[in-house]
Nanobody
Framework: QVQLVESGGGSVQAGGSLRLSCAASARPFSNNGMGWFRQAPGKEREFVASIFWTIGSTYYTDSVKGRFTISRDNAKNTMYLQMNNLKPEDTAIYYC??????????????WGQGTEVTVSS
C-alpha cells in the first residue's frame, strides 16, 4: 500500500513563505497525478493545486494563482508546494493526494495525513 507523507507545515506571518513536501513511499503507478487540497476550520476540503506526474502540467485554484507553485521530483517520488505571500485565509490543514485526472480535474483515491499551516496577520 502506497503511503503519502506530508511535511513542511508551520506558522508564519502574512507575506511569509512555506514549502510543503509530499513523499510517496512508492510511485503510485495506477495514478497519473498528484495534488494538494486544504481544509480550513469549519469549511469543506477544497482543491488547491495539481500536477500531471509525467508531463508536469499544473492546475491551480484561482485564489492561489501567482502565489503557489506545485512541482514534483520523479526520482524522489516527491511533490512540493511552494507557498509565497501567504495570507491569513490560507490557514488550513493541507493534504497531499494522488489520483487520476479526468480532464483537468484530479480524482483523488489516496490521501496523506495532512500538515497544518497557520498564517497570522
Amino acid at each position: 500500500q502506497v503511503q503519502l507523507v506530508e511535511s513542511g507545515g508551520g506558522s508564519v506571518q502574512a507575506g511569509g513563505s512555506l514549502r510543503l513536501s509530499c513523499a510517496a513511499s512508492a510511485r503510485p503507478f495506477s495514478n497519473n497525478g498528484m495534488g494538494w487540497f486544504r481544509q480550513a476550520p469549519g469549511k469543506e476540503r477544497e482543491f488547491v493545486a495539481s500536477i500531471f506526474w509525467t508531463i508536469g502540467s499544473t492546475y491551480y485554484t484561482d485564489s492561489v494563482k501567482g502565489r503557489f507553485t506545485i512541482s514534483r521530483d520523479n526520482a524522489k517520488n516527491t511533490m512540493y508546494l511552494q507557498m509565497n505571500n501567504l495570507k491569513p485565509e490560507d490557514t488550513a490543514i493541507y493534504y497531499c493526494a494522488a489520483g487520476v485526472f479526468v480532464g483537468t480535474k484530479l480524482q483523488s483515491n489516496l490521501w496523506g495525513q495532512g500538515t497544518e499551516v497557520t498564517v497570522s496577520s
